[in-house]
């Protein structure tokens, strides 16, 4: 106890002037205390400080009654503060703020606390942003807070009201509930307003529905399953689907755009070293993806993989099963898709092995598959006279070997290295293809390819010198050139391969490959860096045909391309690659710039370019890009496409923040996607505003969130649809 004066009444206390009684859990500070020292009771008036130490709350009162032995007592107009628990996760508004209350009065039981005609928030009082106010609240600090009769309050205008509402206040929060209800509008859905529910079923499971009504279209329904059945095993599932009344034109007529996406993964220790993994993904119709999609980039992939393997890696061995199924959607008619599965499909592979050092170190390494696969074709359109539906399928199960052995070695002089291997390759799949009917066969057929070559590197020209000013203390500049011998045969029916994979994709070949690389270093104190790197890439192949491979007046997809470049380039014969250019630039953190171009020979100008750049200075922060291909005739379609962000804070920043990103497509002279965000955030919560312009389908879409720090958010923004 300390005081100014006392008065001592038997067992009674009489403490004035800053007066204090303090356990080791908790501190009462008033004007005037009478403390019975026997029973425990204290009465408190005037200033009233109470502190508990464990969970750090702080409560003023006018007047307080209070049992420091049982730790139970009653607050008369009280205000208070509760540490908030900081627990930083990717778009969750952050803030130090600890949580306010005030009450006409509180009871406080051991490590719980009732609050009566009170408000609870995080903004800073007198003049709090938000709060939520109500009769009745019953908070046990570190466990969770229940208000009764609740009204939401923003600047003092009520939102929202609601009989119950629960927030955890655990670590890891997990309780069964109602999701806070969702609003918005959009130009060719409607109006959207939707709620869901939350269920915890119990400590290693949970599950949430959401349901959304699309005024103009129908119900959306999304379900969210997670699992944790063992401490080495975890899975997820996820469904959306829409029941679509269809699409209004302007003749009354509807068209029906509804169906669904179901997207789950898992993985599993197995023991021994095996683990199993995958994901599985299906999409009922591409033309539902662009029609309820939120994202532009979701709307353009046309692609749906799914995949399962049990994997076990040693030494330098590594064993997969796999089964996959793999769709891309060619467009957005019905049954316009190309699918390859694999069911099962056995992996053994191998690493560079060091076999001996005499004389020379040999290497050795192995790739080889074994399995069933199936491939299926797009159906024929009405205008393909050639085409029958017969043969667009292969059988169920069509199996499939190949097998792949190397041996590699090395010699060395001062500093030129050369790396001469030596691999055979042997397929066999037990179906075929026929080009001339454009249909799948039963015939087996085999591959016996065999590949020599050998990768000469040259020694790396180095020069330091002193950096420009703006660039640290010293550069260096590399040049590292380098050439390779690749020689393949044995490919003669590369055409009756039908392609499941980049293993159908070996030609005959006979090439050279020549690349010089330029480098440069920068060196600040203790730091060193990449700043700029400049690669240019060409082959020369002896081959034009590659063994009959390439087909004149098509596009041919050979390994040897692909390996060069993303882009297909084989229209006919050739004996020249495109001029492949890779340059990177970041002369700091805060800048990156990177450009890839081809420049093809053959017709004698730049057939390819995608350039991208970011860059963010204090809080302002930009990204562009731009993509263009200069297609040929029946080998690639042409495009031109400019991509670009411009904005100015961050989702925490304080006062106002704001982005605007957009797809702008040259050929079409079209919008196909424009997003606009503002953001004001509070030091307590913040409030955001998107508008979104879906060009493709000629939609517009007016969502809002309102995010409370540390706690969540709620609206129709959601996480993954906002700019930042």
């Known amino acids: 106890m300390e005081f100014v004066t006392q008065e001592i009444q038997g067992k009674v206390y009489k403490l004035r002037g800053k007066a204090k009684v303090e356990t080791s859990e908790a501190m009462l500070t008033a004007d005037e205390i009478d403390y019975d020292e026997e029973s425990g009771d204290a009465e408190a008036r005037g200033n009233v400080y109470f502190r508990h130490f464990a969970g750090q709350e702080e409560l003023w009162a006018d007047r307080a009654e209070f049992n420091v032995n049982e ?33 006409e009065w509180a009871e406080k039981f051991k490590n719980r606390y009732i609050l009566y005609q009170g408000f609870v928030t995080n903004c800073k009082v007198p003049r709090p942003i938000w709060i939520l106010r109500a009769p009745k609240f019953d908070i046990v600090p570190g466990q969770r807070a229940i208000a009764y009769r609740t009204w939401f309050r923003v600047k003092g205008l009520p939102l929202f009201y609601t009989p119950y509402f629960y927030k955890s206040l655990e670590r890891q929060p997990r309780k069964s509930g109602f999701l806070s209800p969702s609003a918005g509008n959009s130009s060719r859905r409607g109006k959207m307003i939707g709620t869901g529910y939350y269920w915890a079923i119990n400590r290693s499971y949970d599950l949430a529905y959401r349901s959304q009504l699309f005024t103009q279209r129908g119900f959306a329904h999304t379900v969210d399953l997670r699992g944790k059945p063992t401490q080495r095993s975890e899975f997820g599932a996820y469904l959306y689907g829409v029941n679509d009344r269809g699409r209004l034109l302007s003749d009354g007529s509807r068209i029906k755009e509804g169906g669904f996406f179901l997207a789950a993964s898992g993985r599993a220790e197995l023991g021994k070293g095996f683990l199993a993994y995958g994901a599985a993904n299906y999409l009922s119709s591409f033309r539902f993806r662009q029609a309820f999609t939120e994202t532009f980039n979701e709307a353009i992939f046309s692609e749906v993989q799914s995949v399962g393997v049990v994997a076990k890696h040693w030494s330098s061995f590594g064993l997969n099963i796999v089964t996959a199924r793999k769709e891309n959607f060619q467009s957005n008619l019905p049954g316009d898709r190309i699918s390859v599965r694999r069911l099962p499909q056995v992996e053994f592979n191998s690493r560079d092995r060091l076999l001996t050092r005499k004389v020379l170190p040999v290497w050795v390494s192995l790739e080889s598959t074994a399995g069933f ?35 590699m070695t090395a010699l060395r002089w001062k500093d030129f290295s050369l790396l001469p291997y030596f691999s055979v390759r042997e397929t066999f799949v037990g179906s075929s293809y026929d080009p001339e009917r454009r249909i799948f066969l039963g015939s087996n057929i085999r591959r016996h390819a065999r590949e020599l070559g050998f990768d000469l590197v040259l020694p790396a020209l180095a ?46 070949t006979k090439e050279v490959e020549l690349s010089l690389t330029n480098r440069i270093y920068l060196k600040n104190r203790n730091e060193t860096w990449e700043a700029i790197s400049w690669q240019l890439v ?23 391309g692909a390996q060069l470049t993303g882009y297909s380039f084989f229209s006919g014969p050739r004996r020249y690659s495109p001029l492949v250019s890779v340059f990177r630039a970041s002369p700091n953190s805060n800048v990156g710039v990177e450009w890839r171009a081809d420049y093809d020979p053959l017709f004698q100008r730049l057939t390819n370019s995608l350039i991208s750049g970011d860059a ?21 379609p042409s495009f031109n496409q400019f991509r670009g962000l411009l904005g100015i804070g961050n989702e925490s920043r304080r006062g106002w923040n704001a982005a605007f990103s957009a797809f702008y497509n040259f050929q079409t002279s079209l919008m196909d996607f424009a997003a606009t965000q503002v953001t004001y955030n509070w030091d307590c919560c913040g ?12 939609d517009n879409i007016f969502q809002a969130s309102f995010a409370i720090a540390n706690i969540g958010s709620f609206g129709t923004l959601k996480r993954q649809e906002r700019i930042f």
């Open 71 to 103: 730790e139970i007592g009653k607050f008369y107009g009280v205000r208070g503060q509760a540490p908030a628990k900081i627990e930083p996760r990717p778009g969750l508004l952050m803030s130090t703020n600890p949580f306010y209350f005030q009450a």
């Open 373 to 407: 696969l199936q491939r299926a074709q797009p159906r024929c359109q009405e205008y393909d006279e050639e085409c029958s539906q017969e043969g667009r399928v292969t059988r169920a199960f069509v199996p499939r070997s190949d097998l792949a052995p190397r041996i």
């Open 463 to 508: 020069k330091v010198m002193q950096a420009p000013s703006w660039a640290g203390e010293r550069m260096k500049h590399v040049i590292e050139p380098r050439a390779s011998f690749r020689w393949v045969q044995g490919v003669d029916n590369f055409r009756n391969l039908i392609r499941f994979d980049e293993t159908e994709l070996l030609s005959n």
């Open 538 to 560: 060409h082959k020369r192949y002896f081959d034009p045909t590659f063994g009959g491979a390439i087909v004149e007046g098509q596009r041919n997809v050979l390994l040897t």
């Open 616 to 636: 963010r200075i204090s809080q302002f922060f930009i990204s562009i890009g731009h993509g263009y291909v200069r297609g040929v005739e029946k080998v690639t």
């Open 687 to 698: 409030l955001s505003f998107q508008y979104r312009r879906l060009g493709f389908r000629n």
